[in-house]
């Protein structure tokens, strides 16, 4: 059985566990099926197609979905948003101004159509996740890795530009 037909044939069940799953695991059905999907091609990669393919993406999307569940559970959310704990004195508003001109000027840098999805995920209008794939063209579900990608890049190229001191205390 090539690839492609165990995708095919896989595709209505697994969309049909994605829905059954999704309200409890808390999470979007695109986000869902999209993470079984990379497990199917990671498998696909190493072991081949399953020998019950049926039973195995009945089993993933469980898996998948209770995992979910879990992070969830393990997240924490602030009292307040982060922005409205800063003292709001002249010098802090200063600092955290310049901060957000660095950040936006860096994401400007990022390759790609990084800067739209980074900048959507900054708006002060705090679009949701379907606003933003509807805004960008894209789909819901490749949204989340996407993003992941981009803040990846925006990382390795803020640390780049924070010079770490020489040893023994000299700075550049």
């Known amino acids: 059985m090539t690839y492609d037909l165990v995708i095919d044939a896989l595709r209505p069940l697994v ?4 829905s059954a799953e999704t ?3 808390g999470t979007e059905p695109g986000d869902l099926e ?3 999907w990379l497990r199917l091609l990671e498998r696909l990669g190493t072991d081949g197609p ?3 393919p049926a039973a195995w993406a009945t089993a993933t999307v469980r ?14 959310p602030y009292d307040s948003e982060p922005a409205d704990a800063l003292a709001h004195d002249p010098e802090e508003r200063a600092l955290t101004g310049e901060r957000d001109r660095a950040l936006r000027a860096a994401v400007r840098r990022l390759p790609g159509r990084c800067p739209r999805i980074v900048g959507a995920f900054l708006s002060p209008q705090d679009p949701t996740y379907r606003e ?3 805004e960008l063209g894209m789909s819901q579900g490749s949204l989340g890795p996407e993003r992941s990608r981009c803040l990846g890049c925006l990382r390795r190229m803020l640390t780049a530009k924070v010079a770490a001191p020489e040893p023994w205390g000299k700075e550049r």
């Open 23 to 25: 309200h409890a695991a």
């Open 132 to 134: 933003i794939a509807d």
């Open 34 to 36: 999209q993470a079984v």
């Open 50 to 52: 399953p020998a019950d």
């Open 15 to 18: 969309a049909a566990e994605v």
């Open 63 to 76: 898996s998948e979905a209770r995992r979910t569940r879990h992070a969830t559970h393990r997240e924490i």
